[in-house]
């Protein structure tokens, strides 16, 4: 369908050790020709990985987006850059998929999905997690449990003192809103959402565990969606001291229930048990997911590409207003703890 010329914007840790090896195992759809980077020689460096051609090294966002040659853009800024980045994007006439969050507060995201509205180019946050096959396999036993009733969401592990994202200087003086909770947490909530739909309203306490973390990096919360009613609790954290890392998904129906297990990303396992009582003696199946080793990555970067080269904007899953809602929820377990667990509905962009 052509390949796509990508111009990548912030050639960190994530842009060398995740993006370029998904473009590159994409070469019918992708190739990486420019770079730019606030610390050049880090540009340099990535442009030797990629292939990239030294005049392709730019000294700003404005030249890379100039470049007849790049026919969109890869951001991956801190949050705090990506409305402003989306702005310049649309006056160069370039689509972009930036990471997530989608932006530092809920002010700029709702900033950002209006700008991505005014336009009828491709514009998408990098939300991997909605393109998890453990995601789509998760939803094909729903059906045989419903109707379903509530959720538990559960990830949580231990605090890793030497993990390299610790060590970024804009993670540990936080801009974006939650820190961690919404570094990580949104990618969770992009999950929950995308399988059982919108939260409405919850009611949470958070609270920051570790001074490393910069804010609260630890959330309790019991959630309603907007669908079916459903009801559940959500729960994340990596702040603890040393326990198991424990992620998975449970979905209650009142004729069984199913749980996906993602403590192991590369290992994700299903299990579900299909009856409407303890009497109807169901034994619990197990099923592996075939889970792909980008974690989404790839398949995200096909469907930006469809998006892209048909000129279709809505193809594009990971849409600002999509991203806008995993944000928001971060934002209401802040205010909600901030008003000792009160219950809080979740903004509209
Ligand atoms: N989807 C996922 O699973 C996942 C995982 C990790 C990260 N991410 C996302 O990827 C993005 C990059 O994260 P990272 O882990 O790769 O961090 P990183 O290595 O610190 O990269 C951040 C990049 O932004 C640039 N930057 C930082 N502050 C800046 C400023 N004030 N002005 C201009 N540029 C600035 C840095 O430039 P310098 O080189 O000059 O510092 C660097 O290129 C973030 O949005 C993050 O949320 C996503």
Redesign the pocket.
């Known amino acids: 369908m052509g390949v796509l010329n990508v111009g990548i914007v ?6 060398k050790e ?1 993006h370029l090896p998904a473009y590159q195992a994409l070469p019918g759809s992708f190739e990486v020709v420019a770079a730019f ?3 050049k020689s ?1 540009a340099e460096a990535f442009a030797e990985d990629a292939g990239i051609a030294k005049d392709k090294v730019f000294d700003s966002l404005d030249e890379i987006l100039a470049d007849d040659s790049v026919s969109m853009i890869d951001a ?4 705090q ?1 990506n409305a402003q980045t989306v702005e310049k994007c649309i006056a160069a006439r370039k689509p972009v998929i930036l ?3 989608i932006a530092a507060t809920i002010a700029e995201a709702k900033k950002l999905v209006h700008l991505a509205e005014s336009t009828s180019l491709p514009i998408a946050i ?1 939300e ?1 997690w909605l393109f998890l096959k453990s995601g789509e396999a998760l939803k094909e036993h729903l059906a045989d449990i419903g109707p379903l009733v509530a959720f538990t969401y559960n990830s949580t592990g231990p605090f890793i003192k030497n993990n390299k ?1 610790l060590a ?1 200087t ?1 993670r540990q003086k936080p801009e974006h809103i939650g820190g961690f909770l919404s ?1 990580g947490g949104v ?1 969770q909530l992009a999950l929950l959402t995308d399988v059982l739909g919108e939260v409405e309203s919850l009611s949470a306490f958070t609270k920051q565990v570790r001074k490393e973390s910069g804010t609260d990096d630890v959330a309790f919360s019991t959630v309603k969606l907007k669908e079916q009613g459903l009801i559940g609790t959500f729960t994340y954290g990596s702040a603890f001291g040393s326990c198991e890392k424990s992620v998975y998904f449970k979905i209650y129906g009142l004729n069984g229930a199913v749980t996906l297990d993602l403590s192991e990303k590369k290992k994700p396992i299903i299990t579900k048990t299909v009856g409407d009582s303890a009497e109807a003696n169901a034994e619990t199946q197990t099923f592996l997911v075939d889970e792909h080793p980008s974690f989404g990555i790839q398949e995200e970067f096909l469907n930006f590409h469809e998006a892209v080269v048909k000129k279709e904007k809505r193809i594009a899953k990971g849409s600002p207003r999509v991203a806008f809602h995993h944000l928001a929820i971060v934002a209401a377990l802040l205010e909600s703890s901030a008003k000792n667990g009160a219950n809080v509905t979740i903004e509209q962009p």
């Open positions: 912030g050639t960190g840790i994530f842009a995740s980077n606030r610390t880090k991956l800024l801190p949050a850059f990471e997530k969050p990098a991997n994202y970024t804009w570094d990618h």
